[in-house]
C-alpha cells in the first residue's frame, strides 16, 4: 500500500488527522444541520426556512452560532457544577472517538484497526454516560426523567445494533472497517462484480435494523421520548444554555452524520466507487466525498422520519427493541452464518 | 346511530313544534308534578317558558333534588352550577364616564329595591345550577334560596362530581360553603385573596383606578398632555 | 373501530401489573409542575402530578394563570359592549362566542335577526369552528411528537381566517355580531372565495387522515388512552366532540337549535363507541368535514333581505332572565343572562365548554403515564381562555 502519509513525520500526520477529524464532525453536523433542518424540512412544512443570511440562508448556521455563543451559561443553583459541565463534553468525545476507526480512502483513515467496529459500538455507549450525568446533574425533574429515559432506551438499542452489525462482520469475516469496505468493493453478485457487492443486498434485515436502532440511538423521532419537547420540554437538555447546549446539539446532529457514515461503510460500500480500482490514489481524494455523499442520503432519511412521525410511548419503544428488533437481528445472524457455511 | 336531519324532517319538525308549543308544557308540567311529588313542600315556586323549566328549592332539598333529576328522571349531564347576588349594586353608575353622565345625568335616587327574577326568591342569594337529560333533549334550571346570614348548601358532587369545580368557584366568587366538598380550596383566585368578587358590594377596582372611557371612546392619545384633539372629536 | 377493546385490556392489565410491582417495592414519589410555562399547555394551565417513576398518581390542574373575570366585568358593561370581552374567551373561535350571548339577549328582548342575517351568523359560526379545530387536528400531532402537520394547520387555517377577516374585518376577533342582526353584509365575492377554502379544508383533512390519523404510532399512543365512559362524562359535564366520542349522540345545533339554520340543512352528527382520544380525535376530523358541508350548504340558499332587524339605538333589555346555548367549537357554550331592563346585564353566567371539559382530569389522569397525560389533554381540547374567562 503506497501511501503519502508515510514521508510525513508523526506530528505533522497527526495534525492532519486531527484537522480532518474537526473537518469530519463540525463540517459534516453543519451541513447536515443547514440542508436537512433547515432546508429540507421547511420544504416539507411548506416553509421556506431562512433566507435572509447569506443566499438561500446558507450563512444561517453562523448566526445561529454566534447567538448561542454570547448567550450566558447558566448553570442551575442547586446543579452538579462539575457534572452539569462536564456532560456535553463527554457527548461529544464519543461522537470523536466513532470517528477515529471510519475509513475515508484507501489510505485515508485515523486508525485501521483489526477491532474497529467493535470499538465503535463500545465508544457509541459512551454517550450514554454523558446524557446521564446531563440528567442528573441539572437538578432538574424534566431532565432527570429525560436521562433516565434516555440511558433505558439507549441500553435497549445498543443491542440490536450490534446484532445488526454481526451479520455483516460474519460476512465479511472481519470487524475492520476498511477491509469491510474492501470486502464489498471486491465482492460479487453471482459472479457480477461491476459494482462489487454492497452488503444492503445480502444484510437487508440488518440495514432495516441497523437504521432503526441508529435512529433510536440518535433519540430521533419516532424515539425522542428522552427529549420530547411537548411533555419534558427537552428532557436533559433542558437546564442547558449557551456553549453547551450547542455542544449538545453539534454533538447530536454530528452523531447523526458519525452513525450514517458507518451504515455507509458497513451496507453502502463506503468510500468505494464502482469502476476504479480500492487502491486507485484517486479514491484518497474521491472516497470522503462519496462517502460523504451516502452520509447526506443516509440522514436524509433519519431526518425524513424524523419530521413525519410521532413519537413512541417508553414502553412502547422498549417493547419494540425486545420484542421485535432482538429476535429478528439474531434471526438474522442465525441465517447469514448458515448461510456463510453452505454456500 | 346517528340521525339525519334533511329539509323534510326539519319541516315536519317545524309542524310538530307548531302544534306541540302547549304539549311541551304538558310535559313540562307532568315533570314539575313528579317533583312535587318528591320533594313535596321543599319545592317552592316553578315556571316554565318556551320549554326552559325553572324550579326552586328548599336549601336542604338541594342535593335532594339533583339526586332526584339524576336517578329517577334521568339528567344525567351536569351543564353548569353559579349563583346569583340580588342585592342591586351599591355602586350604581357612580363610576361611569363624564361624558355618559353628562348626555344623561343620572338622578340621585334611592337603590332599587331587590327584585328577583324568574321563579322568585327570598333572600340576597340564591343558587343557580342546570342539568340535561341528554337523550330526550330536556333540561331544567334549579335554584335554591341561602340566607345571607348562613350560607351553605349541601354539595353536589356526590351525584355530580362535575360540580366539584363549579362549586368551588361559587364558594371563591360568592363565599357559599358547600357541605361535603372534598376541598373548597381557591380555582381562579390567589391563595390570599380576600373578598368575594362575583358579589354585588364587591367594589370593580379597575373602575376605582381609572374611570371608564364611557360609550364614545375619548381616551386621550399619548401625544396629546391635555386633551386637544383627541377631545375634539368626542363632543358631542 | 372496534380494535381498541383488547388493546385497552392491555393498557389497563399493564397499569394494573405496575401498581402491584409499586405496592412490593416502595418507592418515593415525586411531584412534577407540569406548567404554567410549558409547551404542552396551550397557554397558561398547570398540573400538578404525583409522580411514582413514569406513573401518575394523582394529578391537579391549576388554572386561574388567565382569569380575567369577565363575569364581573360584563356587569358594568352595555350589551353591545359585552361582546368585545366574551370575543377573548375561546380565541381561536371568537365568533362562535358572540352567538349565544347575541342570542339571548335577542330572545329578552323578543326580537329576531332576520333570515339574512341568521344564515350569515350560521356560517361565520360554523367558519371559526372549521378555524378552531383546524388548529386542533395539527396540534394534536404534535403532542405525540410529529411536528409537521401543525404546519399544515396553521397554513390551511388561514384561508378561513381570511375569509372571517374579509366578511368581519378581524382575523380573530370579529366582533361582529349585534342584537338583532349583524354589523355588515357580506363582501362582494366572498361566497366563491369560501367554497374555495372549504375545498382546501376537506383537502387539508384528507392529507390529516393519512398522515396522522392513520399512521400507527399515533394510533398505538392514542388508542385505549383516556377512556371516557358516557355516564361519567355527562356527569362530568363534558360536551362536544369529547361527550360524542363516547358515544352519546348529542350536538345542541341538531337537538335543540335557537337562532341558527342548523336545521336547514343536511348534515350529519358523528359520534364514536371508543371514547378514547384516537376516538376524540377522529370525530373533531369527521365534525370539521361536516362542518365545510354545512358551510357549503348555507351558502347556496343565503336568502335576501335587510341584516338588521328594527332594534333602539340605545338598547334596554327588558327584565328576565334567559338562558341560550350553542355547540361552540370546544363544546356547549351558553350565557345565562339576568336582565333587570337597564342598559347593562345584571347577572352573566358564562358557561363555558373547557371549563368542564377539563374538569374531568383529575379523575381521567389517575395511573397513566407522565406521556399520555399530554396526549390526553391535547385530545381533550381546551383553550385556556375557555377555562378561565
Not at chain 2, 338541594?62 to 355602586?91: K, T
Not at chain 3, 342575517?117 to 388548529?135: D, Y
Not at chain 3, 400507527?216 to 361519567?232: L, N, S, Y
Request: glycine share 8%; net charge negative; hydrophobic share 45%.
Amino acid at each position: 500500500m503506497i501511501s503519502v502519509l508515510s514521508e510525513l513525520s508523526y506530528w505533522q500526520v497527526t495534525s492532519i488527522r486531527v484537522g480532518a477529524g474537526l473537518v469530519a464532525v463540525l463540517l459534516v453536523a453543519g451541513t447536515l444541520v443547514y440542508a436537512h433542518l433547515f432546508k429540507m424540512v421547511s420544504f416539507m412544512q411548506s416553509r421556506l426556512g431562512p433566507m435572509e443570511a447569506g443566499p438561500y440562508g446558507s450563512l444561517q448556521l453562523l448566526a445561529e452560532i454566534g447567538k448561542f455563543l454570547q448567550k450566558e451559561d447558566i448553570v442551575p443553583r442547586r446543579a452538579d457544577r462539575f457534572v452539569f459541565k462536564a456532560a456535553p463534553f463527554v457527548v461529544l468525545t464519543s461522537t470523536f472517538l466513532l470517528l477515529v476507526v471510519l475509513p475515508g480512502g484507501p489510505d485515508a483513515w485515523f486508525i485501521s484497526n483489526d477491532l474497529g467496529i467493535y470499538l465503535a459500538m463500545a465508544v457509541s455507549s459512551v454517550s450514554v454516560i454523558g446524557i446521564l450525568m446531563a440528567g442528573w446533574g441539572s437538578a432538574s425533574k424534566y431532565s432527570l426523567l429525560g436521562g433516565l429515559r434516555a440511558t433505558g432506551q439507549l441500553i435497549a438499542y445498543e443491542l440490536p445494533l450490534l446484532l445488526a452489525v454481526v451479520g455483516v462482520v460474519i460476512q465479511a469475516e472481519t470487524m475492520n472497517l476498511q477491509e469491510i469496505v474492501l470486502a464489498q468493493a471486491n465482492g460479487e453478485i453471482f459472479g457480477w462484480g461491476a459494482i462489487g457487492n454492497p452488503f444492503i443486498i445480502t444484510q437487508f434485515a440488518g440495514f432495516i435494523i441497523f437504521m432503526i436502532a441508529m435512529q433510536a440511538e440518535l433519540t430521533q423521532t419516532p424515539f425522542d421520548m428522552p427529549v420530547a419537547e411537548s411533555e419534558l420540554v427537552t428532557g436533559y437538555m433542558t437546564e442547558y444554555s449557551g456553549l453547551r447546549f450547542l455542544l449538545f446539539f453539534i454533538g447530536e446532529f454530528a452523531t447523526a452524520g458519525v452513525f450514517s457514515a458507518i451504515a455507509a461503510v458497513l451496507f453502502l460500500g463506503g468510500w468505494y466507487v464502482p469502476g476504479l480500482d480500492p487502491a486507485d490514489n484517486l479514491l484518497n481524494l474521491l472516497g470522503p466525498l462519496v462517502l460523504f455523499g451516502k452520509v447526506v442520503l443516509l440522514t436524509f432519511l433519519v431526518f425524513w422520519v424524523r419530521f413525519t412521525f410521532p413519537r413512541f410511548r417508553e414502553d412502547q419503544l422498549q417493547r419494540l427493541a425486545w420484542k421485535f428488533l432482538v429476535p429478528l437481528a439474531l434471526a438474522n445472524i442465525v441465517v447469514t452464518g448458515v448461510l456463510k457455511v453452505v454456500v | 346511530m346517528s340521525r339525519l336531519s334533511s329539509t323534510d324532517a326539519v319541516e315536519a319538525g317545524a309542524e310538530a313544534a307548531e302544534a306541540d308549543a302547549p304539549a311541551v308544557d304538558v310535559e313540562a308540567e307532568a315533570l314539575l308534578a313528579r317533583l312535587g311529588d318528591a320533594l313535596g313542600d321543599d319545592l317552592v315556586e316553578s315556571h316554565t317558558d318556551q320549554g326552559a323549566v325553572w324550579v326552586r328549592v328548599e336549601r336542604d332539598a338541594w342535593a335532594d333534588l339533583a339526586g332526584f333529576l339524576r336517578d329517577e328522571e334521568g339528567f344525567g349531564f351536569f351543564n353548569f352550577l353559579s349563583a346569583i347576588d340580588w342585592m342591586p349594586s351599591p355602586f350604581g353608575r357612580d363610576m361611569d364616564s363624564s361624558v355618559d353622565n353628562a348626555l344623561d345625568p343620572p338622578e340621585p335616587k334611592e337603590p332599587d329595591p331587590t327584585e328577583t327574577g324568574v321563579a322568585g326568591g327570598d333572600t340576597r342569594f340564591q343558587l343557580l345550577a342546570r342539568v340535561n337529560d341528554v337523550t330526550s333533549g330536556r333540561s331544567i334550571i334549579a335554584k335554591a334560596d341561602l340566607p345571607a346570614d348562613d350560607l351553605r348548601a349541601p354539595s353536589w358532587v356526590e351525584v355530580y362530581p362535575g360540580a366539584d369545580w363549579h362549586e368551588r368557584e361559587a364558594w371563591e366568587m360568592f363565599g357559599i360553603d358547600f357541605d361535603g366538598h372534598p376541598g373548597l380550596r381557591h380555582i381562579y383566585l390567589p391563595g390570599e385573596f380576600e373578598g368575594h368578587p362575583l358579589r354585588k358590594d364587591y367594589p370593580l377596582l379597575a373602575r376605582r383606578v381609572k374611570p371608564w372611557p364611557g360609550l364614545v371612546d375619548v381616551e386621550l392619545m399619548p401625544t396629546t398632555d391635555d386633551g386637544g384633539d383627541a377631545t375634539e372629536g368626542a363632543e358631542p | 373501530m372496534t380494535v381498541t377493546e383488547r388493546q385497552q385490556l392491555s393498557y389497563i392489565a399493564a397499569q394494573a401489573a405496575d401498581a402491584r410491582v409499586n405496592l412490593e417495592i416502595e418507592t418515593e414519589g415525586m411531584t412534577l409542575n407540569i406548567g404554567p410555562q410549558h409547551p404542552a399547555t396551550h397557554g397558561t394551565l398547570r398540573i400538578v402530578a404525583k409522580l411514582d417513576g413514569e406513573q401518575v398518581v394523582a394529578a391537579e390542574p391549576v388554572m386561574g394563570y388567565m382569569h380575567r373575570g369577565y363575569e364581573k366585568l360584563a356587569e358594568v358593561r352595555t350589551y353591545p359592549q359585552v361582546t368585545t370581552l366574551i370575543n377573548r374567551i375561546d380565541w381561536l373561535g371568537s365568533f362562535a362566542n358572540e352567538v349565544p350571548f347575541i342570542l339571548a339577549a335577542e330572545r329578552l328582548m323578543e326580537v329576531e335577526a332576520p333570515p339574512r342575517a341568521q344564515w350569515i351568523r350560521t356560517i361565520l359560526f360554523e367558519l371559526s369552528r372549521i378555524a378552531n379545530i383546524t388548529l386542533f387536528l395539527g396540534d394534536m400531532a404534535v403532542q405525540v411528537g410529529a411536528i409537521t402537520p401543525v404546519f399544515f394547520a396553521f397554513r390551511d387555517r388561514e384561508h378561513v381566517l381570511n375569509q372571517i377577516e374579509a366578511a368581519t374585518g378581524g382575523r380573530f376577533h370579529p366582533n361582529f355580531d349585534r342584537i338583532g342582526g349583524l354589523k355588515d353584509d357580506l363582501p362582494a365575492g366572498w361566497i366563491a372565495e369560501t367554497r374555495q377554502a372549504m375545498r382546501k379544508i376537506r383537502n387539508f383533512c384528507d392529507e390529516i387522515e393519512e398522515l396522522v390519523e392513520g399512521n400507527e404510532i399515533f394510533q398505538a399512543r392514542t388508542r385505549g388512552i383516556g377512556v371516557i365512559p358516557p355516564d361519567v362524562g355527562l356527569s362530568y359535564g363534558l360536551t362536544g366532540a369529547n361527550i360524542r366520542a363516547s358515544g352519546v349522540d348529542w350536538d345542541v345545533r341538531r337537538d335543540s337549535p335557537c337562532g341558527l339554520v342548523h336545521n336547514q340543512v343536511d348534515w350529519k352528527v358523528w359520534t364514536h363507541p371508543d371514547g378514547d382520544s384516537f376516538a376524540r380525535f377522529w370525530v373533531r376530523m369527521q365534525e370539521t368535514r361536516e362542518a365545510t358541508k354545512i358551510v357549503d350548504q348555507l351558502l347556496d340558499g343565503i336568502p335576501s333581505g335587510p341584516i338588521m332587524a328594527k332594534v333602539p339605538v340605545i338598547i334596554k333589555v327588558p327584565a328576565g332572565e334567559a338562558y341560550v346555548e350553542t355547540e361552540n367549537p370546544l363544546g356547549v357554550m351558553g350565557y345565562y343572562v339576568v336582565s333587570k331592563g337597564d342598559l347593562f346585564p345584571f347577572r352573566v353566567k358564562i358557561r363555558s365548554a373547557s371549563f368542564s371539559n377539563v374538569s374531568i382530569t383529575p379523575w381521567l389522569l389517575r395511573g397513566v403515564y407522565v406521556p399520555d397525560i399530554i396526549t390526553i389533554l391535547g385530545s381533550l381540547y381546551f383553550i385556556l381562555g375557555d377555562i378561565d374567562r
